[in-house]
């Protein structure tokens, strides 16, 4: 088993900025994709950014410019930096790779 763990959300203001982390349990480094999702109220789950094992990236247009997604291996851990933060950024983000998912953190972007 692989536990997946989010952490970093919070409450900020808009334009403001956070950085979420995704720790696993073991290694990850063959996993070959490891994705950011997010859930607000009453919408369904929506892709927001993913990496490879290489390096290759890719994101949704709404956050493209503005979030960022890189990987550690060594570490474990897969990381969202994210920028310029909008009200409709407001969701809780998941992490996902492989089989297994994060239990989310919330991001509330709000004046």
């Known amino acids: 088993q692989v536990q997946l763990v989010e952490s970093g959300g919070g409450l900020v203001q808009p334009g403001g900025s956070l950085r979420l982390s995704c720790a696993a349990s073991?290694?990850?480094?063959?996993?070959?994709?490891m994705t950011w999702y997010r859930q607000a109220p009453g919408k369904e789950r929506e892709f927001i950014a993913t990496?490879?094992?290489?390096?290759?990236?890719d994101y949704a247009d709404s956050v493209k410019g503005r979030f960022i997604i890189s990987r550690d291996n060594a570490k474990n851990t897969v990381y969202l930096q994210m920028n310029s933060l909008k009200a409709e950024d407001t969701a809780v983000y998941y992490c996902?790779?492989?089989?297994?998912w994060g239990q989310g953190t919330q991001v509330t972007v709000s004046s």
């Open positions: 996902h790779g492989g089989a297994y």
């Open positions: 990496i490879s094992t290489w390096g290759g990236t």
């Open positions: 073991r290694d990850i480094f063959w996993i070959n994709r």
